[in-house]
């Protein structure tokens, strides 16, 4: 009779069932830990913290452009005061006015749709009670009515954590 599991091969497989466990849980550990440095530079969250409870307050939200290709949401969207984990991501509702990046997709840098990501803006207007479907991204969001809008920082840094990880080609920031 013939055995297709020889010794030899019983001791490959025993290595590879044992090994690949270990590699698996070293490459695990590559992520970024919360102290980690993310891509967006910015003020430490004490500064953070310190700036949100000093801005001035009024009829109007503060707004951070988030932009990920393909997708039509502009952004988040958080009452003065208030911390960014509590920002709500929404889309616009141009109907009074055009969205502050609303220029063609294939400008020049500088001069095209979405040049503004992460800026952040004094944004005027109100929600408008309606959920709108962004097929890209697979969510339902909040329609905010645009009337009018500020730069307030054209280099804020990080939006929820010192280690957000911006990519323009997937959603890589979520309030939390």
């Known amino acids: 009779m013939i055995s297709f599991y020889s010794p030899p091969t019983m001791l490959k497989m025993s290595y590879k069932v044992l090994i690949l466990p270990m590699i698996c849980l070293v490459l695990s550990q590559c992520g970024t830990t919360p102290l980690a440095t993310g891509n967006m530079g910015g003020p430490t969250i004490e500064e953070r913290n310190e700036r949100i409870m000093n801005e001035p307050t009024g009829n109007f939200y503060y707004g951070r452009r988030y932009f990920?290709?393909?997708?039509?949401f502009w952004g988040f969207l958080r009452e003065p005061r208030q911390p960014w984990n509590k920002?709500?991501?929404?889309i616009f509702s141009e109907d009074k006015i055009h969205a502050p990046d609303r220029l063609p997709e294939d400008g020049p840098p500088g001069q095209a749709y979405a040049f503004d990501?992460?800026?952040?803006?004094r944004i005027r207007g109100h929600y408008t009670g309606k959920e709108v479907y962004e097929p890209n991204s697979n969510q339902f969001l909040q329609e905010f009515m645009l009337t009018g809008y500020e730069i307030v920082d054209r280099h804020p840094g990080w939006l929820f954590r010192p280690d957000d990880h911006y990519d323009r080609l997937r959603i890589t920031m979520v309030a939390r």
Do not use: C, G, I, S
Not at 68 to 72: C, D
Not at 117 to 121: P, Q, R
């Open 117 to 121: 990501n992460n800026y952040e803006y």
């Open 87 to 90: 920002a709500k991501l929404v």
């Open 68 to 72: 990920v290709e393909k997708t039509r």
